[in-house]
């Protein structure tokens, strides 16, 4: 069965972004890069691979379906990326947005509980929560792993990484990586 991983950076104070959105605060180096082109090539964005030199078609290693809410999306989409990550098939929870012409990219406004446990059950690799606070505290009692980057910078506001009601869940350290910039990764199992 495949799994819904929260894949994320965050803030030493638990922000995933800034009040307005950015993310271009998070000190980035040149093994970290390299280390995510290699690990989780399906995580770049598709107009990004193109800037690296990344292959287009570079496979799908751990991940090939993502969701998404609204706020993760329309930065994308304010750039004329419709399909932010063209190679990963992509829900946006949104009750405002218009469906888009892509047949990657799925608007859905329906119960997002609902659509992962039905996704979980199909064929296919694993499901990546890409971000927004809200969806992320919607849907974190069908998280099955976090893999949290954690970079050393305080951001003082903005989108936390997860949002909702006081709820303890259990998740247990199965891995640990740091980079040259400070910056961890940790993997956490749901226990």
């Not at 950076?9 to 271009?24: K, N, T």
């Not at 304010?78 to 990550?85: K, N, V």
């Not at 406004?109 to 039905?118: A, K, M, Q, S």
Request: proline residues 7%.
């Amino acid at each position: 069965m495949r799994r819904l991983v929260y894949y994320v950076a965050v803030s030493l104070d638990g922000y995933i972004a800034g009040p307005q959105g950015e993310f271009d605060f998070y000190p980035m180096c040149e093994d970290m890069m390299a280390w995510i082109n290699e690990r989780y090539p399906e995580t770049v964005p598709t107009p990004t691979r193109e800037s690296i030199g990344m292959p287009l078609d570079t496979p799908n290693k751990t991940l090939d379906t993502l969701v998404m809410g609204r706020g993760t999306y329309e930065p994308g989409l304010a750039a004329g990326a419709t399909s932010p990550y063209n190679h990963l098939k992509q829900y946006v929870f949104s009750s405002t947005l218009a469906p888009v012409d892509n047949p990657q990219v799925t608007v859905v406004d329906t119960d997002p509980v609902e659509l992962v446990r039905r996704l979980k059950k199909e064929e296919g690799l694993d499901i990546w929560l890409c971000g927004g606070g809200n969806l992320a505290g919607q849907l974190i009692d069908e998280v099955d792993q976090l893999i949290i980057k954690s970079y050393p910078v305080i951001a003082g506001d903005g989108v936390r990484a997860l949002a909702g009601n006081f709820k303890p869940t259990q998740f247990t350290v199965a891995q640990r990586q740091e980079f040259s910039n400070g910056a961890q990764v940790t993997w956490f199992d749901r226990a």
